[in-house]
């Protein structure tokens, strides 16, 4: 049976998906909170946009490639379930695709972190008329957005429509907070939260937990639920330094430091690559890998290039710790210790200044900008450091825990209360 369209898109989003068909702009910027809905518009306006115009292909984003599946590739599945079409389309994961039979028109997944297969894409027929980027805020700027977009959207074709989807980070200096707020022509803004939405669609187990979590901690609830910024004089790292580093630079690199967050069910590993500048107090971030569900052999494979330099990870996974080295990787444990995450994250705050390229590390530009504290329902600022959101903080910490005990002169005396063992 084939469900009216209104009964997949949230009245929050009639005039938008009217907008989009009348194709009154080009540039659509989705924020919203946890369960506004907007990632279940977006990939109705694609199917639906395709099946209007035989010619039409899309191309889907995440910024890594390992977690299409999951997210934007299942939603396309349940969005299609859902508008009673299954039988219309091929599902295909090798490679990542969905093919609307009658036609041979695609919708294709791509994870940014592989840029030289995003210009191989073939397509078979017709154009790429939909971009979608996905939790774009992971992405490193607009820069790179463009770049994809450019490479895309050529030639004297028809309208085309690129749709930016993302949860607002806390921190307002993020990049993509900071892009909703310019004003440009062709670019809708679009915000929405689960208070826009029917609650049947959502259920009672969703709202309950969201008015819980409203009861006993609302700045979580404003950020995660409405999609507010939050995060304004919370934000833990006030030294860092967002921008591009340049070949000339990393070649003059020569205290190179590595470290590994290893990643648990649904948490991301974090491989960092760095330069401390121990004389000038300045820490450079300029490679990365990281991903979720990621296998020690895949590890091994993207970070081998790396192994002309000794990494260090965390020694609560030694199991992983010896399989890497069996691998061939020269890799040790952690000291860690009573007190070693404040001690790190201390000495990380008095460093000059923390320079992070966010095309070659994104993840880590993602979570510095937003790391920040967490407020309590009485109004009162934690003092300590949130577990959450920084397995890229971890693996920097994990890289310097050698340097920061050897030179305890990079933090105030009024810090040194580290307990770990050297």
Not at 156 to 166: D, T
Not at 204 to 211: G, N, P, T, Y
Not at 337 to 362: H, M, Q, T, W, Y
Request: with cysteine.
């Amino acid at each position: 049976m084939t469900l009216p369209l209104s009964a997949i898109i949230s009245p929050n989003f009639h005039d938008l998906h009217r907008d989009i068909k009348e194709c009154r702009h080009d540039e659509y910027l989705l924020k919203g909170g946890r369960g506004s809905t907007k990632s279940t518009f977006a990939s109705a306006e694609i199917v639906l946009g395709l099946i209007a115009d035989p010619e039409a292909n899309a191309i889907v984003f995440r910024r890594y490639s390992n977690e299409l599946r999951d997210t934007v590739y299942g939603q396309f599945i349940w969005t299609i379930t859902k508008l009673g079409l299954e039988d219309k389309f091929r599902f295909q994961y090798t490679p990542m695709q969905i093919i609307l039979v009658s036609t041979g028109q695609k919708i294709v997944f791509k994870g940014a972190d592989k840029p030289l297969k995003v210009k191989s894409i073939n397509l078979g027929k017709g154009y790429v008329k939909y971009a979608w980027f996905e939790e774009v805020d992971q992405f490193a700027g607009m820069p790179e957005i463009r770049n994809i977009i450019q490479s895309l959207f050529r030639g004297e074709q028809p309208h085309r429509v690129s749709i930016l989807s993302y949860n607002p980070p806390r921190s307002g200096r993020s990049w993509v907070n900071q892009e909703a707020k310019i004003q440009k022509p062709g670019r809708v803004v679009h915000t929405s939260c689960y208070l826009d939405v029917p609650p049947e669609w959502l259920g009672e187990r969703f709202i309950q937990e969201a008015e819980h979590l409203k009861q006993v901690n609302e700045t979580a609830y404003r950020h995660e639920y409405l999609g507010e910024e939050v995060g304004t004089g919370l934000e833990i790292f006030t030294n860092l330094e967002i921008r591009e580093i340049t070949n000339e630079e990393i070649a003059r690199f020569d205290q190179i430091r590595q470290g590994l967050d290893f990643g648990f069910a649904v948490d991301p590993v974090a491989f960092e690559r760095m330069h401390y500048d121990r004389m000038r107090r300045r820490l450079y971030l300029f490679a990365e890998y990281s991903g979720v569900g990621v296998s020690d052999e895949t590890l091994w494979e993207h970070t081998e290039q790396y192994n002309n330099h000794p990494s260090t990870a965390d020694s609560a996974d030694p199991k992983s710790i010896s399989k890497l080295q069996g691998l061939g990787m020269r890799i040790y444990g952690a000291k860690k210790g009573p007190d070693s995450v404040e001690f790190g994250i201390k000495n990380l705050r008095a460093l000059e200044a923390i320079v992070i390229d966010p095309v070659r590390c994104p993840r880590a530009a993602h979570e510095y900008q937003n790391y920040a504290h967490e407020q309590m329902r009485s109004g009162e600022i934690r003092s300590d450091y949130p577990d959450k959101d920084n397995h890229t903080i971890d693996a920097t910490r994990y890289a310097l825990e050698a340097d920061f005990l050897r030179d305890t002169r990079a933090i105030p005396k009024e810090w040194l209360s580290f307990g770990g063992s050297r």
